[in-house]
């Protein structure tokens, strides 16, 4: 009959799970149960492992099976105690005589068996045990030799999982370090296909990586690149850094062939940072000719648009003779645009080469209402021509705004031009005010054209920056 549960059996299990038993033949068992066979000269001796549902040979000498049901196991009997269980005649015990292993193959007469007990676990985990098919007994000393050996079979199992212990450890080491070599690769190859030089520091500002473009950029030495080497062995760019920056922390420098480098120092969490430099010669050469350009296109349109002011004024003033209304409409639309643009042109010229900053120089009290219905006026004739009509929603909140009005009109004017160019006829363009929760007042030009592309968006205030600036605008 079938041997009962032992009362601690769900931790016994957990103990074959943590020393990994319950598997395939060990090599060092079979050797115990090899000496174990001869010593007592016996034709079976095995290690066995008694789990849920069957007991696992993983040592065995006179058997070459796996193993077998625990409904028959002898061992599940012997791990229900603490001592060695000897069976002298199994067909005279009620426990075995009429288990298959004895009434049929391998014909068991006798067993004797010792529980295994393992350090740090709870409950015998299986038993050493040594079988025959005539009946017989042990002496004393017999006993005391099938313990001893019993306990070199703990001893081997207590140190093969401190061995499993060591393997597990050194592959997650070994896991650890290929992880750790794919990603210093992968970090290197995407540092070196970065157009940008970079290189990152640690918190005691000690150089940890860089990419070549870093380097040749500088032109350094081989011995500053190199870990551990201090910031401040970058003469350059502890010099360019410790300037005034602007709000990104972007520096420019001029090297001494005549190159001029931007450099960015951006910090990391840690409290080291990040340097990235960029060869901004080419940038800073075309940004010259821009300027310069403007200046130039400036100075040639101030005289002939002088001429046009002048001729709108007097045409305005009926110095030709008497206009229509509707005439005089329009001329005073034209006058209001042209002295704009003559503003905006003594505007560019004043800022040379220097980046566009807007100023509260002339800044005054405006109505927002005045002012959208001053820049719709201004667009009307536009908008008309091109079959858009442009309307301003109503209420307009009857706020006053402190702001230079000619550079508002200017970027309402933007705007609206914007909106009528990229709309197709009969597509309204519409303009709206409103208080924001702020404080503020928010202006809103709104149409229904195509839109700005989503990878222009972050260069919309670059300067002669334009999505598309061919004659083929959808």
Known sequence: MAAPLPENEAARLATLALFQLGGDRIVGLDRVADFAADVFDVPIALVSIVTATEQRFQGACGLDVPGTSRDFAFCAYTILGEDLLIVPDATRDPRFSDNPLVTGPPGIRFYAGVPLFLEGGEGAVGSLCLIDVVPRALDAAECRRLKALAAIVVDLLELRRGSLIAQASERRATEAERRAEHHASLLRTTMESIEHGLAAFDADERLLVWNERFCRLLALPEPLCRPGVPFSAFSLLATATAQPADSDHRFDTTLTDGRCLEIARNPMPDGGFVIVCADVTHRRQLDRLK????????????????????????????????????????LEIASKNSERLAALIEQLLAIGGTDWVLSTRDAARIEVGDLLREALTAI???????????????????????????????????????????????????????????????????????????????????????????????
């Open 291 to 330: 300027d310069q350009f403007v200046s130039t296109v400036s100075h040639e349109l101030r005289t002939p648009l002088t001429a046009i002011t002048g001729s709108l004024k007097l045409l305005s003033s009926a110095a030709a003779g008497p206009l229509p209304a509707r005439a005089t409409r329009l």
């Open 380 to 474: 009307g004739p536009t908008a008309a021509l091109s079959g858009i009509p442009v309307t301003l929603v109503e209420p307009v909140p009857e706020v006053a705004v402190k702001g230079d009005q000619s550079q508002l009109l200017r970027a309402l004017g933007n705007l609206l031009s914007n909106a009528v160019k990229f709309s197709s006829p009969g597509q309204a363009v519409r303009v709206s005010a409103g208080a924001t929760p702020a404080g503020t007042i928010r202006i809103a030009v709104s149409d229904q054209g195509s839109g700005i592309p989503e990878a222009f968006r972050a260069r919309i205030f670059e300067r002669f920056a334009q999505a598309d600036g061919s004659d083929q605008r959808q």
